[in-house]
């Protein structure tokens, strides 16, 4: 068994792995380059793969701060793999060591309350476990008669808005926020909406198609303290709802969500798929 550390040109191999390895209902091996290669506010990730006769059974991706994704293939599990790649990720950097829940460059932001066989592995190192579980929701965008065609009050953020709401979301939210919309904003047309206050200043955004690109996820979504209570958010989750349905999504995935009953009741998002997060010292 060899281990090393892989690059981009081991993209196919990758996706074949995460394309059986992966016990979530969304599409890991789709969105693999992304959480891979794609650096995120901590800096670069480093992928390690166990190969074996040519063939990838396992990685780790992680950065300084977090595991990033951890695979093994099915028939190759309880051989230690997992543990050796775990292990190798720990030592990736000083400080705490989140599994799975790195801000800005996610796929999910813990491990699913349903696989049981992950939580016991992470449980095994003795990791600290959070007494508050994460929460993904699905919101059904066809049909769904909540979702205006035409959401009022908002307007897709535009190049010569990009630095103003890079700012803002600094200010507000810090800078893995900020890294999210530095993404969303890259899209064409940027996948980004925004509310201004009475003198014309950007009051608040909602992006999507920002991490995990191609899967139908929301957010980071955030308004001006000072602003709130006036229908911002509720127009800002529209929008970018209705813009995920025109780009031909059936749902939109809702990740980390802080507050459900907010997106339950404005755009009926339901089915809640908790998960457990864990984190390490070192």
């Known amino acids: 068994m060899d281990f090393r550390e892989a690059g981009e040109h081991d993209l196919p191999a990758i996706r074949r792995l995460l394309s ?3 016990h979530t209902p969304w599409d890991l091996a789709r969105v ?3 959480k891979c290669f794609v650096p995120g506010p ?3 990730p480093i992928t390690v793969v166990a190969e074996e006769a040519g063939e990838l059974v396992g990685l780790a991706t992680s950065t300084s701060r977090a595991l ?3 695979a093994v293939r099915p028939d190759r599990r309880r051989e230690g793999i997992g543990s050796h790649l775990f292990e190798r990720s720990l030592r990736n950097g000083p400080g705490p060591f989140a599994i799975y829940g ?3 460059n996610y796929f999910l932001p813990g491990v699913p309350e349903s696989d049981h066989a992950t939580i016991s592995f992470f449980r095994s190192f003795g990791l600290r476990e959070e007494p508050e579980p994460a929460i993904n929701l699905l919101v059904p965008l066809k049909g769904n008669s909540r ?3 035409r959401p009022d009050k908002v307007e897709r953020g535009s190049p010569p808005d990009c630095d103003r709401i890079i700012d803002f979301a600094t200010r507000h939210f810090g800078s893995a926020w900020a890294w999210e919309v530095s993404r969303a904003l890259e899209n064409t047309p940027p996948t980004l909406f925004i509310v201004r ?4 200043d950007v009051a608040g955004f909602s992006a999507h198609e920002a991490n995990n690109r191609g899967l139908g996820f929301f957010g980071p979504m955030g308004v001006d303290p000072g602003q709130r209570g006036k229908g911002s958010g509720r127009a800002l989750l529209l929008a970018s709802l209705s813009d995920l349905r025109t780009l031909g999504y059936a749902e939109a995935v809702i990740s980390w969500a802080a507050n459900a009953g907010f997106y339950e009741g404005v755009a009926g998002a339901a089915r809640p798929f908790p998960m457990i997060r864990f984190s390490a010292a070192r």
Not at 197 to 200: E, F, Q, W
């Open 42 to 44: 901590r800096g670069r």
């Open 147 to 149: 979702i205006p065609a």
């Open 197 to 200: 206050n009475d003198d014309g």
């Open 102 to 104: 790195e801000a800005g």
């Open 68 to 70: 990033r994704v951890l």
């Open 32 to 34: 693999a380059r992304e």
């Open 20 to 22: 059986v390895a992966n």
